[in-house]
């Protein structure tokens, strides 16, 4: 698999996330899928980060869950392609939870049942990538909430 194939439906859904007003992207993970070859049955998984063979997630502050959730609905959600999205909560030892800034996961998946092959995997994830993307401009041409450069 080329990098490209890889990495840039991840990077296009980045870019376009980057564009909406009311968040700000904290970090991104693209799906591993193409590394699970180097684990064997007797690999020491606790010696080893890595959590997302297959799913991207986004993780971002969100100041307006309301658009936020307007945005959602832009999404296709099915059986096939799905995704989740997950309030995280901040503690801080010296102030507990802090409430004031909304932080949210946003992951993104297709069903193990239509996955037969690592590349196969790639080709239906990045394609959801895509889809995700168009939602995402639609919104922003129904909503014009894109940042100001």
């Not at 799913?55 to 099915?78: G, H, M, W």
Request: proline fraction near 3%.
């Amino acid at each position: 698999m080329t990098e490209e194939f890889t990495n840039k439906p991840f990077e296009n859904l980045v870019a376009h996330f980057k564009q909406l007003n009311f968040l700000d992207i904290l970090n991104s993970n693209n799906s591993r899928i193409e590394i699970i070859d180097l684990f064997s049955e007797d690999f020491s998984w606790s010696s080893f980060d890595e959590d997302n063979f297959f799913n991207v997630a986004i993780r971002f502050y969100c100041n307006d869950f309301e658009k936020l959730t307007v945005l959602l609905s832009y999404f296709p959600q099915n059986v096939s392609e799905h995704f989740e999205l997950k309030e995280n909560y901040p503690y801080y030892p010296e102030e507990g939870f802090r409430l004031d800034k909304r932080i949210y996961t946003l992951e993104f998946t297709v069903h193990s049942s239509a996955i037969t092959s690592k590349i196969q995997f790639r080709h239906l994830i990045n394609i959801y990538l895509l889809e995700v993307s168009e939602g995402i401009n639609k919104y922003l041409n129904d909503y014009n909430d894109s940042k100001k450069e």
